[in-house]
């Protein structure tokens, strides 16, 4: 069997090798070592309470934003279906006037014979020549 070889002893010093011995915490501190901060009991306490209570502050203003954000967002919901209701029933009623002018529109037409055709198709052609004119003079 073989056996380990074993260094120096100083080798193993981690303070000769380095140089430098670490903080004991395994740690290094920004802060001086002379006026490091050391927290003094009721101080300590009455600043941790005072950062709670900013954290409490703005998360409450956060919820109360959040709040008024969802009622706003309910408003307005409410209102576009009440809106889309109202438009709903225009469609419809226009649906039946259309539908009415339509089928009187038929019944001239049975009366007149094809002479309305000749007409709706004049009509086209001169809605058609307007905006031709009115495309090329823009």
Known sequence: MSQRIRPPSALRDR???????????????????????????HRYVDDLENQNDEALEGLSAKVKLLKDITVGIGNEVRESTIQLSQMNDAFTETGGILAGTFRRMNNMAERQGCRWLWYIVFLILVFWFFIVVWWFRR
Not at 32 to 41: F, K, M, Q, T
């Open 15 to 41: 303070s000769a090798l380095l140089g430098v011995t670490p903080p004991p915490s395994g740690r290094s501190s920004p802060f001086d070592r002379s006026s490091s901060y050391e927290p003094s009991g």
